[in-house]
Structures are given as C-alpha cells and as structure tokens.
C-alpha cells in the first residue's frame, strides 16, 4: 500500500463522540448578528452546529469517551493514559485528563493524565505522540480525547469567526495492533509558520494578560482571528507541505480511501479537490452539520464516518489539516 516500511502497529481500537442537545440554526445567528440570510451558508458551508447547554467539557469528554470504551470492549480499569487534546482547557491547574480520571471513576493511581495543546491539530499530533510508546509496549491502551466549548468566547463583533464554531467531543481508544491485523500509523509530519501566529489567537488567561490584570479587556477574553488572512496562507503552504508528504511517504493521493480533514470552513474543505488533487467522494465532510469543533472537528468527523460504515477497517485514510501557529499537519494511517 505505502512503500514507507516502518509503520508503526498501532490501532484505533474504539471511537466515540458528544454533541450537546443544542441545535443552532444559521437564521437564529443571522438574526441575532444582524445579517443578511443566507449570509453564513454562503461564507462558510455551515448550515447548522451545536451549542453547549451549560455541560462541562469534562462532561462532554467523559460521555465521548464511554462510547469509545464501550466500542472497544474495555473499560475504564484497561486505561493506562488519558491524553486531552484540546485547545482549551476546562481550568488552567490541573489539565482536562486530571478531571476526565475523576468523572469517569477511573481507579486512582492506575492511570497517567496529561494535556497536549496543538489547537485544531491537537488530536492528530497526539495520535503522532503516544504511537511509538504504544508500539513499544511502554503503554497497553492509550484514551485521547479532544473536547471543545468554544460558543463562549465567541466575539460577536467578529462576524465570520462568532458563526463558524461549534461545541463538541471525541474520543479514540488507541492499542497496539493484535498480530495479523493491518491497522498502523505510517507517517506524520507537521510544520508551524509562526509568521501567521497572529492570525488566530486567544490573548487571555495566561501570564501576558492576566485576569487579574486591570489591563485586560473583555476582548481580550475572546476568540480572535482572521480568517481570510488564515485561509489566504494556509492554502499558499499546504499543496507543496502535501507533496512532500506523499513523497516521503512513497503514495499518490489516490492511495487514501478517505480523507479526514479539520472541518476549518467549507471553502477550506473545498481546496482538498478543487486545488489539492483529492477525489470529492473521498473527502469527510461534516462542517454543514456541525461547524468547526476546533480540535474535536477530526476526530468528530473520523468517529461519524466510522460508525456510519463508511470507513472500514484496512481502510487507508489520511488526516490533514491547519491550526493556529500557522501549522500544518497530515497523518497517514491504515484503519
């Protein structure tokens, strides 16, 4: 399949997800923003997304994450690590695998928990992390999760960023793959142009602008970015980043049965095929429904396309995408 030979055995074993009951239509937002109708569809391919209802995103981890255990046939008692991978956190001490132990009843002491922030690339950059200690035998079964409630920071004055988030969380149950299965990972790369670093940003809650600080503004504790500028360099980097990958990786973009993009906006989905050289039919596409989940947008739409058959185990499947930093990502996987 890749002439790359030294993939490594590991294996999403379970897959789960949580979206809040909260349907948020684009006429509810239309008319809250006063825009025209019509209006978001057209900028984003976003038709619709969910908004917390006042859960916690340790709650929504934790429901995510029972799917995912539950789809694997273990339990919690099989967990050796939690891995969040978010881009916020519910509290800044401890991280969300600390409070996701807790909800889930986890025994105490049998579990390592930590956080890996990457942003809207958090999942598959942990995925790249625990994959040699999963292949190694360090860790038996590794619990990654990435959950995101992001409708409040949203700046309303912010037209374009304030409609195109949506609440959301997903869950991966990653082992080492049994002997005679194919399932591995069998190379990522990411690269950061921090050129773009402030394209999309959150100026808030660390040491620069304390909460404490008399300095801080309202603004400041909200999201912030640019979106044309982000898209404008995103689509610039990406198409060489790609063909460097496949290169590396020894396959044409006609290898991948499927690609699982970050659900950046439509228009960013759009580039897959239109400029990128990706079959439509092959792309995941679930931005309509569900908006940009920020870190929880892949592994979101890798669970949904899953449980919906449409990847199959021995699938090759490719996850790609941006995040902020500006930083670029691409994961090549057999299911």
Not at 157 to 162: I, T, V, W
Not at 249 to 277: W, Y
Not at 307 to 330: E, F, K, M, N, S
Request: include cysteine.
């Amino acid at each position: 399949m890749f002439s790359r030979s030294n993939a490594l055995p590991i294996k999403i074993a379970g897959l789960g997800s949580y979206l809040p009951e909260r349907i948020v239509t684009n006429t509810e937002l239309e008319s809250r923003l006063n825009l025209e109708y019509g209006w978001i569809e057209r900028r984003t391919g976003i038709r619709e997304r969910r908004y917390n209802n006042g859960e916690t995103a340790v709650y929504q981890a934790a429901q995510a994450i029972h799917m995912a255990l539950s789809q694997a046939g273990l339990t919690v008692e099989d967990v050796d690590v939690f891995v969040g991978a978010s881009s916020g956190p519910q509290q800044l001490i401890p991280c969300n695998a600390a409070l996701v132990q807790r909800e889930l009843g986890a025994p105490e002491g049998h579990s390592f928990a930590f956080d890996l922030n990457a942003t809207c690339l958090s999942f598959p950059v942990t995925l790249h992390t625990i994959a040699p200690l999963i292949a190694s035998g360090a860790y038996r079964c590794v619990v990654i999760f990435s959950t995101e409630i992001a409708s409040r920071s949203l700046n309303p004055r912010q037209k374009e960023s304030a409609v195109l988030f949506g609440d959301a969380a997903a869950a991966a149950v990653i082992i080492r793959t049994p002997d005679g299965e194919s399932s591995a990972l069998h190379l990522a790369r990411f690269a950061t142009h921090s050129s773009g670093a402030e394209h999309t940003r959150f100026l808030g809650a660390g040491s620069l602008h304390h909460p404490n600080d008399k300095a801080t503004t309202e603004s400041m504790n909200q999201f912030d970015m640019n979106g044309p500028a982000v898209f404008i360099q995103g689509a610039r980097l990406i198409g060489p980043f790609l063909d460097q990958f496949l290169a590396d990786l020894g396959a044409e973009r006609g290898t991948f049965a499927h690609v699982v993009p970050h659900q950046a906006s439509g228009h960013a989905i759009d580039l897959l095929h239109t400029r990128l050289g990706f079959c439509r039919d092959r792309v995941v596409n679930n931005i309509a429904e569900r908006g940009n989940c920020i870190a929880a947008s892949m592994p979101l739409a890798l669970t949904e396309a899953v449980h919906a058959g449409r990847i199959q185990r021995g699938d090759p499947t490719l996850l790609v995408g941006t995040g902020a930093g500006l930083t670029l990502g691409a994961v090549a996987i057999t299911y």
